[in-house]
């Protein structure tokens, strides 16, 4: 059989097909987009430490307890480690599990860097809980927590 179909035709058939699919296609993710968010930062927080257990203490995260716009949010990192070809801070993350992208920034340093510490400003999609990881030279991993309340949200929140 040798059926013609025009190219408006094979147009209007593929936009069915596209629009069905797109509707059918509804997910859990879908239905929950925080708590999809929830997961996507966990999953990269995993990620990042392979699944090693993170510690307390010589890592600081700086952030203010109220933000009153969620799109320019000061915040800093610091720590506290002799930054020596033994010792060093490879990485610092800091991750916003409300944001649309789990991983605000990251921050690199080396022996040479001196000091591990860095400062800028990110945008919080509303108020949450700020975690920054620090890799260590020898492999551990620091972490530090910060809750910031936002009042007006920035990412479109």
Do not use: W
Request: with cysteine; aromatic share 4%; glycine share 10%.
């Amino acid at each position: 059989m040798n059926a013609k179909i025009s190219r408006r035709e094979a147009l209007a058939g593929g936009a069915a097909a596209c629009a069905s699919g797109a509707v059918t296609l509804r997910s859990a993710e879908a239905a929950d987009p925080m708590a999809a968010r929830m997961a996507a930062a966990q999953a990269a927080i995993k990620k990042f430490t392979g699944g090693k257990a993170t510690t307390k203490g010589a890592l600081k995260l700086t952030l203010p307890q109220i933000a009153e716009n969620g799109n320019t949010v000061p915040m800093g990192v610091s720590v506290d480690s002799p930054m020596t070809a033994a010792s060093y801070v490879k990485e610092v993350r800091v991750f916003v599990p409300k944001n649309p992208l789990p991983v605000a920034v990251s921050f690199l340093f080396t022996p040479e860097s001196g000091k591990a510490a860095a400062s800028t400003h990110i945008r919080l999609a509303g108020t949450q809980d700020v975690q920054a990881i620090a890799l260590m030279s020898d492999g551990t991993f620091l972490i530090d927590t910060r809750n910031c309340k936002v009042t007006i949200g920035g990412c479109g929140g």
